[in-house]
């Protein structure tokens, strides 16, 4: 009668084997999982941005020069806020946004009219037609 010790060995082989696959493949939903969490907060914070620029501009009667105009105004009878921060990009982890400025006849810069993401790649998902990047939305 032989000895089962070599046997051992493959069925190891095949454990390690089996192990590794279900590992990348978790990983793999792990990714997909964590960049959709970040494209909600991209919505999220453009969201906050884009009703900040409105907020302004109904009281205002023109649009912020720069972000920080978001932040804080102070009058004589009240402070008011349409931003608690200045938001990073979730999607590059800096506060580098894309300004859509808008320019005046003379060519001056009028406003940040809207904010987009510097982000480049294809986003998971579909926000509406013709937007196939981050800096789209």
């Known amino acids: 009668m032989r000895s089962p010790r070599g046997a051992i060995y493959p069925v190891l082989l095949v454990s390690i084997l089996v192990i590794g696959v279900a590992t990348a493949g978790v990983a793999q939903l792990w990714s997909t999982q964590i960049k959709r969490e970040k494209e909600e907060e991209l919505l999220f914070r453009l969201g906050e941005f884009r009703r900040a620029i ?10 912020p020069k720069e972000l920080t105009d978001l932040l804080e105004e102070r009058t004589q009878l009240q402070t008011r806020r349409y931003l608690r921060r200045i938001y990073s990009d ?3 982890g800096k506060p580098d946004w894309r300004l859509d400025l808008l320019a005046d006849r003379t060519g001056t810069v009028a406003g940040i009219r809207d904010v987009h993401s510097r982000a480049e790649g294809k986003p998971l ?5 013709k937007k196939n990047g981050y800096g789209d939305w």
């Not at 409105?54 to 649009?63: E, I, Q, S, T, V």
């Not at 998902?125 to 037609?129: L, P, Q, Y």
């Open 90 to 92: 979730p999607m590059t």
């Open 54 to 63: 409105a907020r302004y501009r109904a009281d205002h009667n023109r649009l």
């Open 125 to 129: 998902k579909v926000v509406a037609d």
